[in-house]
Every structure is written in structure tokens, then in C-alpha cells.
């Protein structure tokens, strides 16, 4: 089969269409005939060595997959074969990828797979942090960073049906239009004449917000510390301009804020992840959720998609079309 590998770490270019063996299902677990890879920031991350570094090379990359099932392992319920799904399916920038059943999710016939490409490592991020690490309420306001990218816009629509106040950050006005149109109450456009932190005090009448979701790091840091209100929430999720600093607990006092990080990679409870996974499915079966494609190009061209993830030109979620 097809499958994009690195056999090196570096820049986009290091990433080559190459012929390797089809994988084999194992127990409990199927084989997806892959119609759409989703592309994330964490590949990125890995394929410069930043992440999973320790992992053998040449590597596949990828870590979601949507498509039909063409094989189950032993001991995996044969009815799969022949269902659309979407999973997380590591190795994924391929024509096949094997999973545990467990991981599967059926599609509707409405529902395409590049749409459902997009649902899962960022529905999941997305949902996980408004209702497990945040645990936002109704009547709350949550500022969202990078609001237009990815798992923003999941996240912009998953804070409003909670019944939230939602503010956003993005750097262009065809941005801000995106991330308005997912539901966002107000966005911050970045090269105006007010810092985020002030501008999040106007808006709020001084108090500041009760959550910030910040997946930027280094350069968004502090204003999402001076975007709290007191007994407010910074919820960090990733690191896109660098490491935030480290954290000064003595700065905390005088507002009892509180800082936490999620990672979906952590083992999750398998009923309240099979409960994230279903309300994302249903959402976007109903079309009460929408995830927006921002750039869908071909398994062959992994090298442009990386390139216009890593130069923040995209929108929404990037896809990887497997013919």
C-alpha cells in the first residue's frame, strides 16, 4: 500500500509517498480501507522530533482515520466489514489502518469522510475541554485562543450549546469571520491598539473571564493569566509558539486562579471517552455541529499540508484525501 513516512526528523520535506506491506488486524481489531487522514499539529511535533521522539523510524504518521472497514482480527465482530466509520487509528496517512474496535464510530450516509476526518483528535480535545477539564457552566465566559483553528471552532460550538459566553482570539479578519460564524460572542483581531487582557476587561466590565483554553503557549501566556476573573481556570492544551513559563504560584494568590493541563493521550475512563465519542457523533449526525475543512488535499501532498499547518495558513482542519 501507500503510505507517507519520515525516515529522518526535520522540516515538511522529510515526509515521503512510499510502498509499504498492508497491515494485518489483530485481536479485537479491524482494518479501516482509509478515504480520509486527519492532519494534526502533534504531527507535525513528531515528525521534527518534538514529540513521540523516541518512537523507530521510518514512521507512519497520522492518528485518525475515516473510511470503511475491510477486515476484522480475531475475536472482532465481522458485521463491521463494509461500515463507514471514523476512528483513532494511528499510522493513518495510509491506504489501510488497523484500530480496536473499540475506537469505532459509525457514520451516516450524509455525513462525508473528510467531515468525518476532522471529528475525532479535535471534537475529542474540544469536547474534553469544555466538559472534563473546564467543566463549563451556563452564564460563565470562556476566552478561546487560536479560536479559528481546528479544535476552536469545535470548541466555540460546544461552549455556546453549554450555554456560555464566548470570546476568541485569531490573527485575521477572515479569521474572525470564522470563528463568528461557529458562534463566538466577540473576537480579538491580534495588531490592534489594545492587548487581549485589556480588551477582555472591557468586554466584561472589569471582572475578566472564568476560563481561557490556550493551546498557543509562550506568546499568549500572560495575557490569559490577566484575562482571568478571580477563581478563574487556564486550561493548556498545547504549545504552538513554545513553552510558556513556568509557573509562579505566588502569582496565583491574589485572584485563587487555577491552572491545569489536558493531553488526549492520557488514559481517559473508557465509559466518559465512549460518552464523548457518541455525543460527538450524534452532534454531528444531527448537524448540530459542524467541522470546517480548511484545507483537503491529496495523500500525496502530506509535504504542502504540513507546510500551511506549521505557517498557520489554515483554518479549521486540514485532511489528507486517500484515494
Given at each position: 500500500m501507500?503510505?507517507?513516512?519520515?525516515?529522518?526528523?526535520?522540516?515538511?520535506e522529510?515526509?515521503?509517498?512510499?510502498d509499504v506491506?498492508?497491515?494485518t488486524?489483530?485481536?479485537?481489531e479491524?482494518?479501516?480501507?482509509?478515504?480520509?487522514?486527519g492532519?494534526?499539529?502533534?504531527d507535525t511535533?513528531?515528525?521534527?522530533g518534538?514529540?513521540?521522539?523516541?518512537?523507530?523510524l521510518?514512521r507512519i504518521?497520522g492518528?485518525?482515520?475515516?473510511?470503511?472497514?475491510?477486515?476484522?482480527?480475531?475475536?472482532a465482530?465481522?458485521?463491521?466489514?463494509?461500515?463507514?466509520?471514523?476512528?483513532?487509528?494511528?499510522?493513518?496517512?495510509?491506504?489501510?489502518?488497523?484500530?480496536?474496535?473499540?475506537?469505532?464510530?459509525e457514520?451516516?450516509e450524509?455525513?462525508?469522510?473528510?467531515?468525518?476526518?476532522?471529528l475525532?483528535?479535535?471534537?475529542?480535545?474540544?469536547?474534553?475541554?469544555i466538559?472534563?477539564?473546564?467543566q463549563?457552566?451556563p452564564?460563565?465566559r470562556?476566552?478561546i485562543?487560536?479560536?479559528a483553528?481546528?479544535v476552536?471552532?469545535?470548541a466555540?460550538?460546544?461552549a455556546?450549546?453549554?450555554?456560555?459566553?464566548?470570546l476568541?482570539?485569531?490573527?485575521?479578519?477572515?479569521?474572525?469571520?470564522l470563528?463568528?460564524?461557529?458562534?463566538?460572542d466577540?473576537?480579538?483581531?491580534?495588531?490592534?491598539?489594545?492587548?487581549?487582557?485589556?480588551w477582555?476587561?472591557?468586554l466584561?466590565?472589569?471582572s475578566?473571564?472564568?476560563?481561557?483554553?490556550?493551546?498557543?503557549g509562550?506568546s499568549?501566556w500572560?495575557?490569559?493569566?490577566?484575562s482571568?476573573?478571580?477563581?478563574?481556570?487556564l486550561?493548556?492544551?498545547g504549545?504552538?509558539?513554545g513553552?510558556?513559563p513556568?509557573v509562579?504560584?505566588?502569582?496565583?494568590?491574589?485572584?485563587?486562579?487555577k491552572?491545569s493541563?489536558?493531553?488526549?493521550?492520557?488514559?481517559?475512563p473508557?465509559?466518559?471517552?465512549r460518552?464523548?465519542?457518541?455525543a460527538l457523533?450524534?452532534?454531528?449526525?444531527?448537524?448540530q455541529?459542524?467541522?470546517t475543512l480548511?484545507l483537503?488535499?491529496?495523500?500525496g501532498?502530506?509535504?504542502?499540508?504540513?507546510?500551511?499547518?506549521?505557517?498557520?495558513a489554515t483554518?479549521?482542519?486540514?485532511?489528507?484525501?486517500?484515494?
Amino acid at each position: 500500500m501507500k503510505a507517507i513516512r519520515y525516515h529522518e526528523v526535520g522540516g515538511p520535506e522529510v515526509l515521503r509517498l512510499d510502498d509499504v506491506p498492508e497491515p494485518t488486524p489483530g485481536p479485537g481489531e479491524v482494518r479501516i480501507r482509509v478515504k480520509a487522514a486527519g492532519v494534526n499539529f502533534a504531527d507535525t511535533e513528531r515528525r521534527r522530533g518534538l514529540y513521540d521522539a523516541k518512537s523507530p523510524l521510518p514512521r507512519i504518521l497520522g492518528s485518525e482515520a475515516a473510511g470503511v472497514v475491510d477486515m476484522v482480527g480475531p475475536g472482532a465482530d465481522a458485521q463491521w466489514v463494509g461500515r463507514r466509520v471514523v476512528a483513532l487509528a494511528l499510522q493513518s496517512y495510509a491506504e489501510f489502518a488497523t484500530t480496536s474496535e473499540q475506537e469505532l464510530l459509525e457514520l451516516p450516509e450524509h455525513v462525508s469522510f473528510e467531515e468525518a476526518a476532522g471529528l475525532l483528535v479535535q471534537g475529542l480535545t474540544a469536547w474534553h475541554l469544555i466538559h472534563t477539564s473546564a467543566q463549563l457552566r451556563p452564564g460563565q465566559r470562556v476566552l478561546i485562543h487560536a479560536a479559528a483553528g481546528g479544535v476552536g471552532l469545535l470548541a466555540i460550538q460546544l461552549a455556546k450549546q453549554t450555554g456560555a459566553t464566548v470570546l476568541g482570539t485569531v490573527s485575521t479578519e477572515g479569521k474572525a469571520r470564522l470563528a463568528r460564524e461557529a458562534g463566538a460572542d466577540d473576537v480579538f483581531v491580534y495588531g490592534g491598539a489594545s492587548s487581549v487582557a485589556e480588551w477582555v476587561r472591557k468586554l466584561t466590565d472589569g471582572s475578566g473571564v472564568e476560563v481561557v483554553l490556550d493551546s498557543v503557549g509562550a506568546s499568549t501566556w500572560e495575557s490569559s493569566l490577566e484575562s482571568l476573573a478571580p477563581f478563574g481556570h487556564l486550561v493548556a492544551y498545547g504549545s504552538a509558539s513554545g513553552h510558556p513559563p513556568l509557573v509562579d504560584v505566588e502569582a496565583l494568590y491574589a485572584r485563587s486562579l487555577k491552572i491545569s493541563a489536558y493531553w488526549l493521550r492520557t488514559p481517559h475512563p473508557p465509559a466518559l471517552q465512549r460518552r464523548a465519542r457518541e455525543a460527538l457523533g450524534q452532534a454531528l449526525g444531527k448537524g448540530q455541529l459542524r467541522v470546517t475543512l480548511g484545507l483537503v488535499v491529496g495523500l500525496g501532498e502530506a509535504v504542502r499540508a504540513h507546510q500551511q499547518l506549521e505557517s498557520r495558513a489554515t483554518v479549521g482542519k486540514v485532511v489528507l484525501r486517500v484515494p
